[in-house]
């Protein structure tokens, strides 16, 4: 089974009687091999969540058209949201940095050994620090210096090029710009923000002085979906790490920014998994 093309189903709809009985019949019938099944019924908002990663026993490989055809009626009749998607196609992700090159650079080290299935479509930065970092990999970088005077115009511009690549994730890898509400409206759902810290938590310049100036006992961070509320979006994942009265500014920085690489790269590789779900502000995640 393991070289078989897979694909993956995720599924949200209202709760009710029969929904799992309904899909593993649609997959029995079509000698569908599930290989993970996962499922959640949130009873506080009646809604109920599953992704389904199948194969098809044989040689048997129809498109993934062909089976969202045939799913149709099964998803009208317990009014799903649903997608398939072919899991072995690699999601197309677009990747926004500043100067700090930690996020970007555990990014590209995933992706060069398989472990985050994904096509980096560009890299886009305000400053031309980290241009080498994605020319040396052959990977397109955009320069879009922001200013108050063109920061409309250069969300546009920056909307054309995930249009015109297919980008189907934004992944704000240490980017230091607030988004606007218009941006932050159009890439609803498919624009993860990477925080310094277990939020919440202390905002602005130079976050891990003011934790060290507060004498904290951990320091984290957070993945979220990116909204119009600054750094309150839907948290996909967070990781926190102890520590005493002998970390300086500079040991908590360091500290920190190993979380903020691995916590974002969870985050990545469950949304092209297809395992995170929106439910109002919080998330679903398998």
């Known amino acids: 089974?393991?070289?078989?093309?897979?694909?993956?189903?995720?599924?949200?709809?209202?709760?009710?009687?029969?929904?799992?009985?309904?899909?593993?019949?649609?997959?029995?019938?079509?000698?569908?091999?599930?290989?993970?099944l996962h499922q959640y019924d949130?009873?506080?908002?009646?809604?109920?969540?599953?992704?389904?990663?199948?194969?098809?026993?044989?040689?048997?490989?129809p498109s993934v058209a062909q089976i969202k055809a045939a799913f149709e009626v099964t998803a009208l009749r317990f009014d799903m949201e649903?997608?398939?998607?072919?899991?072995?196609?690699?999601?197309?992700?677009?990747?926004?940095?500043?100067?700090?090159d930690h996020c970007l650079r555990d990014l590209l080290y995933r992706r060069a050994t398989g472990e985050l299935n994904i096509e980096i479509t560009a890299?886009?930065?305000?400053?031309?620090?980290?241009?080498?970092?994605?020319?040396?990999?052959?990977?397109?970088?955009?320069?879009?210096?922001?200013?108050?005077?063109n920061k409309a115009e250069q969300e546009a511009t920056l909307l054309r090029l995930i249009d015109d690549t297919a980008s189907e994730l934004v992944v704000l890898a240490r980017y230091m710009q607030v988004?606007?509400?218009?941006?932050?409206?159009?890439?609803?759902?498919?624009c993860i923000n990477i925080h310094h810290s277990f939020l919440p938590g202390f905002k602005g310049a130079k976050p891990y002085y003011q934790?060290?100036?507060?004498?904290?006992?951990?320091?984290?961070a957070t993945a979220h979906y990116v909204t119009g509320d600054l750094d309150e979006g839907p948290i996909i994942e967070q990781m926190v790490e102890r520590v005493d009265h002998g970390h300086d500014p500079q040991h908590l920085t360091q500290v920190g920014r190993d979380m903020e690489a691995q916590t974002l790269a969870r985050a990545v590789k469950y949304h092209v998994r297809r395992r995170v779900f929106q439910n109002g502000l919080r998330t679903v995640v398998f």
Not at 4 to 28: D, E, H, Q, T, W
Not at 214 to 220: H, Q, S
Request: glycine content about 8%; some cysteine.
């Open 1 to 36: 089974m393991k070289d078989k093309p897979a694909y993956i189903l995720r599924v949200s709809c209202p709760g009710r009687v029969g929904i799992v009985a309904a899909i593993g019949n649609f997959m029995a019938d079509r000698g569908c091999f599930i290989k993970e």
């Open 82 to 100: 649903w997608e398939i998607h072919d899991a072995t196609e690699p999601a197309k992700v677009l990747i926004m940095v500043s100067k700090y």
């Open 211 to 220: 934790a060290y100036e507060r004498g904290v006992k951990l320091i984290g």
């Open 123 to 149: 890299v886009v930065s305000n400053h031309e620090d980290l241009r080498y970092m994605a020319e040396r990999e052959g990977i397109p970088f955009v320069h879009l210096p922001v200013t108050k005077a």
């Open 179 to 190: 988004l606007t509400d218009t941006l932050c409206t159009a890439l609803a759902g498919r």
């Open 42 to 61: 949130d009873l506080s908002t009646g809604r109920f969540f599953s992704t389904i990663e199948f194969v098809f026993e044989g040689n048997h490989k």
